[in-house]
Protein backbone atom coordinates (compact mmCIF):
# COMPACT_ATOMS: atom_id res chain seq x y z
CA UNK A 1 0.00 0.00 0.00
CA UNK A 2 1.53 3.16 -1.29
CA UNK A 3 1.17 6.19 1.29
CA UNK A 4 2.61 8.42 -0.32
CA UNK A 5 2.51 10.32 -3.73
CA UNK A 6 5.06 10.19 -6.26
CA UNK A 7 3.46 12.71 -8.42
CA UNK A 8 1.59 15.81 -7.40
CA UNK A 9 -0.04 18.33 -9.94
CA UNK A 10 0.30 21.52 -7.15
CA UNK A 11 3.84 22.69 -6.67
CA UNK A 12 4.69 23.31 -3.11
CA UNK A 13 5.36 26.89 -2.66
CA UNK A 14 5.49 27.31 1.17
CA UNK A 15 8.62 25.82 3.12
CA UNK A 16 6.10 22.99 5.10
CA UNK A 17 4.82 22.05 1.78
CA UNK A 18 8.39 21.81 0.25
CA UNK A 19 9.80 19.84 3.27
CA UNK A 20 6.55 17.78 3.11
CA UNK A 21 7.21 16.93 -0.60
CA UNK A 22 11.10 16.40 0.28
CA UNK A 23 9.82 13.62 2.87
CA UNK A 24 7.83 12.02 0.20
CA UNK A 25 10.63 11.63 -2.61
CA UNK A 26 12.64 10.67 0.63
CA UNK A 27 10.73 7.79 0.82
CA UNK A 28 9.64 7.13 -2.07
CA UNK A 29 13.54 6.98 -3.63
CA UNK A 30 14.29 4.56 -1.39
CA UNK A 31 10.80 2.20 -2.40
CA UNK A 32 11.34 2.47 -6.00
CA UNK A 33 14.62 1.78 -5.92
CA UNK A 34 13.65 -1.46 -4.00
CA UNK A 35 10.96 -1.98 -7.03
CA UNK A 36 13.55 -1.70 -9.89
CA UNK A 37 15.91 -4.50 -8.04
CA UNK A 38 12.85 -6.60 -8.08
CA UNK A 39 12.12 -5.40 -11.78
CA UNK A 40 15.76 -6.18 -12.54
CA UNK A 41 15.72 -9.57 -11.52
CA UNK A 42 12.61 -10.32 -12.82
CA UNK A 43 14.18 -9.35 -16.86
CA UNK A 44 17.10 -11.47 -15.91
CA UNK A 45 14.88 -14.68 -14.89
CA UNK A 46 12.66 -13.57 -18.39
CA UNK A 47 15.23 -13.80 -19.89
CA UNK A 48 16.73 -16.78 -19.32
CA UNK A 49 20.16 -15.18 -17.91
CA UNK A 50 19.64 -16.35 -14.42
CA UNK A 51 20.65 -20.18 -13.71
CA UNK A 52 16.98 -21.66 -12.46
CA UNK A 53 16.38 -21.81 -9.37
CA UNK A 54 19.43 -19.86 -8.26
CA UNK A 55 16.53 -16.61 -7.93
CA UNK A 56 12.66 -16.66 -7.20
CA UNK A 57 10.68 -14.58 -8.35
CA UNK A 58 8.90 -11.72 -6.32
CA UNK A 59 5.39 -10.75 -7.45
CA UNK A 60 4.56 -7.27 -6.35
CA UNK A 61 1.39 -5.48 -6.02
CA UNK A 62 0.20 -2.25 -5.53
CA UNK A 63 -2.85 -0.95 -3.81
CA UNK A 64 -3.37 2.69 -3.55
CA UNK A 65 -5.54 5.71 -2.48
CA UNK A 66 -4.07 8.24 -4.30
CA UNK A 67 -6.62 10.87 -4.59
CA UNK A 68 -7.59 10.98 -1.14
CA UNK A 69 -3.93 10.86 -0.11
CA UNK A 70 -3.01 13.97 -2.39
CA UNK A 71 -5.68 15.95 -0.24
CA UNK A 72 -4.10 15.10 3.14
CA UNK A 73 -1.29 17.35 4.27
CA UNK A 74 2.02 16.45 6.28
CA UNK A 75 -0.05 16.70 9.66
CA UNK A 76 -1.83 14.00 8.97
CA UNK A 77 1.38 11.83 9.44
CA UNK A 78 1.41 12.71 12.88
CA UNK A 79 -2.21 12.25 13.99
CA UNK A 80 -2.96 9.55 16.35
CA UNK A 81 -6.35 10.05 16.84
CA UNK A 82 -8.49 7.08 17.10
CA UNK A 83 -10.94 8.28 15.16
CA UNK A 84 -8.59 9.22 12.17
CA UNK A 85 -6.79 6.14 12.45
CA UNK A 86 -10.03 3.99 12.24
CA UNK A 87 -10.48 6.01 8.91
CA UNK A 88 -7.45 5.26 7.19
CA UNK A 89 -8.36 1.80 8.25
CA UNK A 90 -11.56 1.26 6.53
CA UNK A 91 -10.10 3.60 3.45
CA UNK A 92 -7.46 0.86 3.13
CA UNK A 93 -10.58 -1.82 2.81
CA UNK A 94 -12.48 -0.33 0.59
CA UNK A 95 -8.96 0.68 -1.63
CA UNK A 96 -7.94 -3.54 -1.05
CA UNK A 97 -11.72 -4.15 -2.46
CA UNK A 98 -11.64 -2.36 -5.21
CA UNK A 99 -8.24 -3.66 -6.05
CA UNK A 100 -9.63 -7.00 -5.13
CA UNK A 101 -12.22 -6.33 -7.83
CA UNK A 102 -9.76 -5.66 -10.59
CA UNK A 103 -6.69 -7.60 -10.19
CA UNK A 104 -7.74 -11.03 -8.04
CA UNK A 105 -6.99 -12.69 -10.84
CA UNK A 106 -3.28 -11.88 -11.01
CA UNK A 107 -2.57 -13.30 -7.28
CA UNK A 108 0.18 -15.62 -7.83
CA UNK A 109 0.48 -15.25 -11.70
CA UNK A 110 1.90 -11.88 -12.23
CA UNK A 111 2.78 -8.75 -10.43
CA UNK A 112 0.04 -5.75 -11.00
CA UNK A 113 2.30 -2.90 -11.05
CA UNK A 114 4.45 -2.63 -14.01
CA UNK A 115 8.03 -2.38 -14.16
CA UNK A 116 8.48 -1.38 -17.43
CA UNK A 117 5.67 0.74 -17.66
CA UNK A 118 4.52 2.84 -14.74
CA UNK A 119 7.74 2.28 -12.19
CA UNK A 120 10.26 2.95 -14.80
CA UNK A 121 8.24 6.54 -15.60
CA UNK A 122 8.09 7.52 -11.85
CA UNK A 123 11.29 6.01 -10.72
CA UNK A 124 12.87 8.59 -13.33
CA UNK A 125 10.83 11.53 -12.55
CA UNK A 126 12.10 11.22 -8.87
CA UNK A 127 15.67 10.21 -10.18
CA UNK A 128 15.52 13.42 -11.95
CA UNK A 129 14.08 14.98 -8.35
CA UNK A 130 17.00 13.81 -6.63
CA UNK A 131 19.40 14.54 -9.13
CA UNK A 132 18.81 18.32 -8.73
CA UNK A 133 18.08 18.53 -5.31
CA UNK A 134 21.60 17.46 -4.77
CA UNK A 135 23.41 19.68 -6.92
CA UNK A 136 21.42 22.67 -5.28
CA UNK A 137 22.80 21.11 -1.99
CA UNK A 138 25.16 23.20 -0.01
CA UNK A 139 29.03 21.72 -0.51
CA UNK A 140 30.45 19.47 2.24
CA UNK A 141 32.59 21.01 4.77
CA UNK A 142 35.98 21.58 3.24
CA UNK A 143 34.63 22.22 -0.21
CA UNK A 144 34.93 25.27 -2.27
CA UNK A 145 32.03 27.10 -3.59
CA UNK A 146 31.82 28.35 -6.62
CA UNK A 147 29.43 30.46 -8.79
CA UNK A 148 26.45 32.69 -7.37
CA UNK A 149 26.95 30.40 -3.96
CA UNK A 150 30.28 32.05 -3.13
CA UNK A 151 29.41 35.41 -3.59
CA UNK A 152 26.00 35.09 -0.93
CA UNK A 153 26.98 34.92 2.42
CA UNK A 154 25.11 32.09 2.85
CA UNK A 155 26.52 30.31 0.30
CA UNK A 156 23.91 27.54 -1.35
CA UNK A 157 21.25 28.14 1.50
CA UNK A 158 19.95 31.00 0.32
Known sequence: MRINLIRREDLPRTAREI????????????????????GFVSRLIDQGL?????????????IDAEDYMAGLGYSSKLNPTWDFLLHLRDLGRESAGRWLETSFDRLGAVSSIEFEGELRDEAA???????????RAAPHAGQRQTGADARHPAGAAA
Do not use: P
Open 19 to 38: LNRVNEISFNSSLLRELRAI
Open 50 to 62: IKEGALKRVLVHG
Open 125 to 135: LLSRVTTQANR
